[in-house]
């Protein structure tokens, strides 16, 4: 891995283009001088703004990669890039045409749904995808929860919890992990993709330029499957909160409802 100087950056930035391979390449360089993430961040906003129209939404691809396979190690890049996304967000949304704004929310929510943001920041950028109109917030009478509102189910079947678990479970169904076509396309993918060995039988640019497309195809391929494996997890975690709150609330019930049961038997004995 190269050492990490910014005129070392700002030459890779120049250089990156809107390919997976591309993005994922140089992710993993910057996640590996993480320590720099305050330099690496300055730089990254300087060189999107002078980036060429057709190259900025690929500096938010590369952010969004940054920040999400970096949490693992540490919350420099999720902290760092925080004061600058709204500008950014701004700055690309302001030069792109529909089709790209689409690819932007995409982006949005992506982190949305994973909470990579706090929710202030998050209306922030949707304020931004929504051409500066403030999201619409609910008055305070329209929300404010009456105790009588939600009162204690009676059964399994009548909790809020039931409609979400079995939302999740249906959903599950079709999960990353169970798809067979995915994953047969991954195990057929051409030898000359997964053995570096073969990279011998290139013998004209042409053969090598086949080549090249065939690696970016496959890297798409991988890191979509990936990114769904990924949420695939986030949500049977999630799935796991709920079941454990489930079943926490339906033991709570049950002995609040074995307490009733007792209580006629008792005055009977008393009297």
Same mark, same amino acid.
């Given at each position: 891995?190269?050492?990490?100087?910014?005129?070392?950056?700002?030459?890779?930035? @120049?250089?990156?283009?809107?390919?997976?391979?591309?993005?994922?390449?140089?992710?993993?360089? /910057?996640?590996?001088? $993480?320590?720099?993430?305050? =330099?690496?961040?300055?730089?990254?906003? &300087?060189?999107?703004?002078?980036?060429?129209?057709?190259?900025?939404?690929?500096? /938010?691809?590369?952010?969004?990669?940054?920040?999400?396979?970096?949490?693992?190690?540490?919350?420099?890049?999720?902290?760092?890039?925080?004061?600058?996304?709204?500008?950014?967000?701004?700055?690309?949304?302001?030069?792109?045409?529909?089709?790209?704004?689409?690819? *932007?929310?995409?982006?949005?929510?992506?982190?949305?749904?994973?909470?990579?943001?706090?929710? #202030?920041? *998050?209306?922030? *950028?949707?304020?931004?995808?929504?051409?500066?109109?403030?999201?619409?917030? $609910?008055?305070?009478?329209?929300?404010?929860?009456?105790? #009588?509102?939600?009162?204690?189910?009676?059964?399994?079947? #009548?909790?809020?919890?039931?409609?979400?678990?079995?939302?999740?479970?249906?959903?599950?169904?079709?999960?990353?992990?169970?798809?067979?076509?995915?994953?047969?396309?991954?195990?057929?993918?051409?030898?000359?993709?997964?053995?570096?060995?073969?990279?011998?039988?290139?013998?004209?640019?042409? @053969?090598?330029?086949?080549?090249?497309?065939?690696? #970016?195809?496959?890297?798409?391929? /991988?890191?979509?499957?990936?990114?769904? /494996?990924?949420?695939?997890?986030?949500? $049977?975690?999630?799935? !796991?909160? =709920?079941? =454990?709150?489930?079943?926490?609330?339906?033991?709570?019930?049950?002995?609040?409802?074995? &307490?009733?049961?007792? &209580?006629?038997?008792?005055?009977? !004995?008393?009297?």
């Amino acid at each position: 891995m190269s050492a990490f100087s910014e005129v070392a950056l700002e030459k890779k930035l @120049s250089e990156l283009s809107n390919s997976q391979q591309s993005v994922q390449t140089l992710s993993l360089w /910057l996640i590996h001088h $993480r320590k720099h993430s305050k =330099t690496i961040v300055t730089v990254w906003i &300087q060189e999107l703004k002078k980036a060429k129209v057709s190259r900025k939404l690929t500096f /938010l691809y590369l952010a969004n990669d940054v920040i999400q396979n970096s949490k693992r190690k540490g919350p420099e890049f999720t902290k760092d890039f925080a004061p600058v996304i709204v500008d950014a967000f701004k700055h690309v949304a302001s030069a792109s045409d529909e089709g790209s704004k689409k690819h *932007l929310e995409r982006v949005f929510s992506i982190w949305q749904e994973r909470a990579v943001y706090e929710n #202030d920041l *998050l209306d922030q *950028l949707k304020e931004v995808l929504q051409g500066g109109k403030k999201p619409k917030k $609910r008055p305070y009478e329209e929300i404010k929860v009456k105790e #009588d509102d939600y009162p204690c189910p009676s059964s399994p079947a #009548d909790s809020p919890q039931t409609v979400e678990i079995i939302k999740a479970l249906q959903e599950l169904e079709n999960a990353a992990s169970g798809d067979a076509a995915v994953r047969k396309r991954i195990s057929s993918l051409p030898l000359e993709v997964q053995d570096a060995s073969l990279l011998d039988r290139i013998t004209d640019k042409e @053969s090598g330029e086949r080549l090249s497309r065939m690696v #970016d195809d496959a890297c798409l391929l /991988l890191a979509d499957y990936n990114g769904r /494996l990924a949420a695939e997890i986030d949500d $049977r975690k999630q799935l !796991t909160r =709920t079941l =454990t709150d489930f079943l926490r609330t339906q033991k709570e019930i049950l002995t609040e409802k074995e &307490q009733k049961l007792e &209580q006629p038997s008792s005055q009977s !004995t008393t009297s």
